[in-house]
């Protein structure tokens, strides 16, 4: 079992849907959640954080982290076709030595956003 | 604020030859990383540095992969003698400290294709 699972997708929705991206992840160690956003040819942009479990919102956008299920989500509202990308899950766990950590990402899903 | 600087953004070689790609991270960001993508998969740490010192390096194939960083600034990641399974994009990133909740800066990467 990978320690993060991501669905590649792909995923096509019309322009204004609900999107809801999702991973999941098997070590409980992990503290940090993010999502990254990449577009084609270009490298991943943070798009939001967490440390904790429950919500965030950042204008559209809302991360929702569950450390009981070890399930972590990404809704994006009002999609629009600006948003069509490649989404990274990434969560961060303390490495060996004091003050190292290693960030994992996942595989990715590839959103399509239909106008 | 100017982003991560990288080159070239192609390139293309026989198996066994050699290659190096060149990183100018975010002015003033101490912590440089450098990150392999394959296709269909998430970024794969290769190499953390901070300022001029290796933090980590356990996923970096030594037999064939080096990086430097000179002076704290630029990086530079050589493959010698490259393989077939090297073709992906090669990340390079930077933060302005090290540290779980840091903010990871991507460039867009070189893409190397291996014949």
């Known amino acids: 079992q990978k320690e993060v699972e991501q669905d590649p997708g792909p995923l096509s929705v019309p322009e204004g849907a609900i999107v809801s991206l999702n991973c999941t992840y098997s070590?409980?160690?992990?503290?940090?959640f993010m999502w990254y956003r990449q577009y084609s040819r270009k490298g991943p942009e943070l798009l939001m954080y967490?440390?904790?479990?429950g919500n965030k919102e950042d204008g559209r956008f809302t991360a929702q982290v569950d450390k009981s299920s070890k399930y972590i989500s990404l809704f994006i509202r009002d999609s629009q076709p600006s948003d069509s990308a490649t989404y990274l899950c990434a969560m961060s766990a303390p490495y060996s030595g004091a003050g190292s950590y290693q960030l994992t990402f996942g595989k990715g899903t590839k959103l399509s956003v239909i106008p | 604020e100017a982003g991560v600087a990288q080159s070239p953004r192609y390139k293309i070689i026989e198996k066994r030859q050699s290659v190096a790609f060149w990183c100018n991270p975010i002015s003033g960001h101490a912590t440089l990383y450098w990150y392999q993508q394959i296709l269909g998969q998430g970024p794969k740490l290769l190499i953390q540095f901070q300022n001029n010192g290796v933090v980590d390096d356990s996923q970096l194939p030594k037999d064939r992969f080096s990086a430097e960083r000179l002076k704290g600034v630029d990086s530079t990641l050589k493959i010698q003698p490259a393989k077939l399974e090297d073709s992906a994009v090669y990340l390079c990133?930077?933060?302005?400290?090290?540290?779980?909740?840091?903010?990871?800066?991507f460039g867009s990467g070189t893409q190397l294709s291996v014949l």
């Open positions: 990133a930077s933060s302005l400290r090290r540290g779980q909740g840091e903010k990871l800066f």
């Open positions: 967490t440390y904790s479990s």
């Open positions: 070590n409980s160690a992990f503290q940090y």
